[in-house]
């Protein structure tokens, strides 16, 4: 209990801080400064905070439909992405044609792809769910491909001391030994969907957190709490998206070094 | 010809390397009978862990052959004729300390109730029933190598081949450990060859030393080690086991 305690007072300290010269600056730019749309720069927390009550349900039911297409796409870059890791793992020649494309596709820009997706399929959700696909496989792909790829050279000559064929190395050693390369990716993926998701939405969708992100950036500083409270519940998504991917990461592979607990009477 | 012996046969071993050609084995030859503990022993660069890796079929001679129990190396491998221990415990960290050992069980798609009994087995022969269900990251260095020691004999093997599997312990640890090879040993009836730079480790274990030199690694001395069996603590302070290592350490002062 104390340990808990010892770690969680400094980070709630820092917390505080924070949101005192947050507190303080807007402060300053409103009533000193007297800056223009001072509030729209750096607003009052506790505005925002009560906006973000008033309208709590709003905000949770786009941003609900945010969050399931985001993690739709999720899922579908995940697959591709692993799927890609596992056939460049197969042979570098494999590696050498599919690779080029791989990075080729992280050039072409989301804001211009995203017209073109929406144009083919006519479907919001999918829509969001494809271009959340389509930024999240690379990480994925090139974590988990780096994750096989570690395998350390005794592992495998256990295996062919075995006769394993490859199969039995693929699923008995390869792919667990990619597993925490792929969750990795799938951290840096997680928040990076959410924010792919609201992208599209703000390119014209009916439902979704960046629609009234976009709406009410457009209503000008009469509400600007509402704007930032679109921007603080995108974060929320973020992170509530980053932490059910660490939380799966425990489930699956609890054998990782960080997860370790010690637990052997030697 | 012995059923569960080993016979190799004027075994050299090149490599290329980054400007000239390595001769990392030159002309080896010997033979090993069934149930006999031999030693492969020299300092680095002696090629003896290259001869074992050979007699694994994990590396193919340039020249000779290797037969075990009368098969080539290949098909000794497919069948299964040898365990393999190596210097690393090599342990999949993802599976349980039970389920190391009967992973090459389950690559042989032996039936899960089977795979159980004979992880039990193993684990009381190596006497670490207590940790079946550990990861073996939460066991010590020793305990991970005789964990790899009941994976290596989980085929039941008639062939043993360890690359000097205790070399990363300390003395205390691998003095004990060295003891309860024997005992597995002679439980298993299995032929051990048996990898190592400590000249003591190798008398202590082997009926057999065979002493290679480096540069190219070649045979250079077979030592008979004529202490009696069963092997014991006290044994190492005998005059005869020190006479055993003089004679040993001359041996390659003499190459």
Known sequence: ?266 | MNPAGIEVKNVSMSYQSESSEVLAVKEVSLSIGKGEFVSLLGPSGCGKTTLLRMMADLLTPTNGSIEIAGQSTRQARLSQKYGIVFQNPTLYDWRKVKDNITLPLELKKVPKAERERKALELLELVGLEKFKDKYPWQLSGGMQQRIAIARALAMEPEILLMDEPFSALDEFSRERLNEELLAIWKKTNSTVVFVTHSISESVFLSDRVFVLSPHPGRLSAVVDITLPRPRTKEMRNSPEFYKLITQIRDSFEGS
């Open chain 1, 1 to 266: 209990m104390k340990r808990i305690k010892d770690r969680l007072l400094p980070s709630l300290a820092w917390l505080f801080s924070l949101l005192v010269i947050w507190q303080l600056v807007s402060w300053y730019l409103l009533e000193v400064k007297e800056t223009t749309l001072a509030q729209s720069k750096v607003p009052y927390i506790h505005e925002v905070v009560h906006t973000l009550f008033t309208y709590g349900l709003t905000l949770l039911q786009e941003g609900w439909s945010t969050f399931i297409n985001a993690g739709a796409g999720l899922l579908l870059g995940t697959a591709v992405g692993a799927i890609l890791a596992i056939l460049m793992s197969l042979s570098t020649w494999a590696e050498k044609t599919v690779f080029p494309y791989v990075i080729l596709s992280q050039m072409i820009p989301v804001l211009g792809l995203a017209p073109i997706i929406y144009g083919i399929v006519h479907d919001e959700n999918w829509s969001r769910v494809i271009i959340a696909a389509y930024i999240t496989f690379f990480p994925v792909s090139l974590n988990m491909l780096k994750g096989i790829r570690s395998v350390s050279p005794g592992s495998l000559e256990l295996m062919h001391s075995y006769a394993a064929n490859r199969w039995s190395i693929y699923w008995k050693l390869l792919l667990p030994n990619g597993l925490p390369g792929l969750f990795n990716g799938l951290k840096i993926a997680a928040p990076l969907a959410v924010t792919a998701a609201i992208l599209v939405e703000m390119m014209g969708a009916r439902h979704g957190i960046g629609v009234i992100m976009l709406r009410n950036l457009y209503y000008g500083p009469s509400n600007t709490y509402m704007f930032w409270s679109t921007v603080v519940a995108s974060a929320l998504l973020g992170i509530a998206n980053y932490l059910l991917v660490q939380l799966i990461e425990r489930i699956v592979t609890p054998w990782q070094p960080a997860f370790r607990t010690k637990g052997g009477d030697n």
